[in-house]
Nanobody, 126 residues
Framework: HVQLVESGGGVVQAGDSLQLSCAAS?????????????MGWFRQAPGKEREFVAG?????EYADSVEGRFTISRDKSQSTLSLQMNSLKPDDTAVYYC?????????????????WGQGTEVTVSS
């Protein structure tokens, strides 16, 4: 059973940068290497649905709202997923979730992810 733990959230000002991390464990029991899972970052702002932010699998993809500002990456040796967020805006305020999918390709559909972390909160003040 894959377990995901996010960290790195906090309170920052508009224009600042922040890096989120997600530590993955338990995937070896499924027989699939960490690199065999597509990973994604999603976020949920108060009163809104959880939305796709960025994904990494055979390639990377981003939501239009973060393209050019956010960068997703993975360290296979450390089994960690990262999200570098630059030029943060108040609209980026949300709880950010790490997710893993039992497939090599990413998806923007949250229903296609099999494992989720508990989330880390990001607040961007103006």
């Amino acid at each position: 059973h894959v377990q995901l733990v996010e960290s790195g959230g906090g309170v920052v000002q508009a224009g600042d940068s922040l890096q989120l991390s997600c530590a993955a464990s338990g995937y070896t029991y499924s027989g699939r290497a960490f690199s065999g899972y597509a990973m994604g970052w999603f976020r949920q702002a108060p009163g809104k649905e959880r939305e796709f932010v960025a994904g990494i699998g055979s390639g990377t993809e981003y939501a239009d709202s973060v393209e050019g500002r956010f960068t997703i990456s993975r360290d296979k040796s450390q089994s960690t997923l990262s999200l570098q967020m630059n030029s943060l805006k108040p609209d980026d305020t949300a709880v950010y979730y790490c997710a893993a999918r039992n497939w090599y390709y990413t998806s923007k559909n949250r229903d296609e992810y099999d494992y989720w972390g508990q989330g880390t909160e990001v607040t961007v003040s103006s």
